[in-house]
T-cell receptor, first 113, second 110 residues
Framework: KAGVTQTPRYLIKTRGQQVTLSCSPI?????VSWYQQTPGQGLQFLFE???????NKGNFPGRFSGRQFSNSRSEMNVSTLELGDSALYLC????????????FGSGTRLTVV | QKEVEQNSGPLSVPEGAIASLNCTYS??????FFWYRQYSGKSPELIMS????GDKEDGRFTAQLNKASQYVSLLIRDSQPSDSATYLC??????????FGQGTRLTINP
């Protein structure tokens, strides 16, 4: 059974640019969550999608957005990149019931220069 | 007050000893609790889940939950050098999100 697939694994972008990250969940999982991980802040929740609907959003500026497609694949977009956006972005999938833990992908390491 | 709090460590334990990791949470309505292990440069990996008060054992790992005290712990028996990692406590607050603690860095000394 394939795990959670995130692409690309690494990205280097310039300040002011925008970036799109992709996540394919485990087959059958309808919930996809996105997290930002930095050494200082730990794992910070960005948003969660279930059946193409955003069910919850963390405390991030509007430059961070996402969407989910009918096949449960999800994309995350960051516009007008800032140096502080440099982080590991992790996608996690689950069945969508709060009783289940999340399975994480390998992450996308974004560096903004 | 942070939603989920852990001692950041580092916690150093000799090989073969018991490692004890602790976590407290603020939302009394939380119902699902998880422990993740994260090796340096890797993504978090789910190792334990617990939903009811008491203990849950899986191999060398035991998760303990006390909802009255809003406290979750993870015990690792017969600690091995391969257990050296950051351990993340996560709580599902019911608001369709999993909230993570800052993590405890554990080092097992041979």
């Amino acid at each position: 059974k394939a795990g959670v697939t995130q692409t690309p694994r690494y990205l280097i972008k310039t300040r002011g640019q925008q970036v799109t990250l992709s996540c394919s969940p485990i087959s059958g999982h309808r919930s996809v969550s996105w997290y930002q991980q930095t050494p200082g802040q730990g794992l910070q929740f960005l948003f969660e999608y279930f059946s193409e609907t955003q069910r919850n959003k963390g405390n991030f500026p509007g430059r961070f957005s996402g969407r989910q497609f009918s096949n449960s694949r999800s994309e995350m977009n960051v516009s007008t990149l800032e140096l502080g956006d440099s982080a590991l972005y992790l996608c996690a999938s689950s069945l969508g019931d709060k009783s289940y833990g999340y399975t994480f992908g390998s992450g996308t390491r974004l560096t903004v220069v | 007050q942070k939603e989920v709090e852990q001692n950041s460590g580092p916690l150093s334990v000799p090989e073969g000893a018991i490692a004890s990791l602790n976590c407290t949470y603020s939302d009394r309505g939380s119902q699902s609790f998880f422990w993740y292990r994260q090796y340096s440069g890797k993504s978090p990996e789910l190792i334990m889940s617990i939903y009811s008060n008491g203990d849950k054992e899986d191999g060398r790992f035991t998760a303990q939950l006390n909802k009255a005290s809003q406290y979750v712990s993870l015990l690792i028996r017969d600690s091995q050098p391969s257990d050296s990692a950051t351990y993340l406590c996560a709580v599902n607050t019911g608001a369709q999100k999993l909230v993570f603690g800052q993590g405890t860095r554990l080092t097992i000394n041979p």
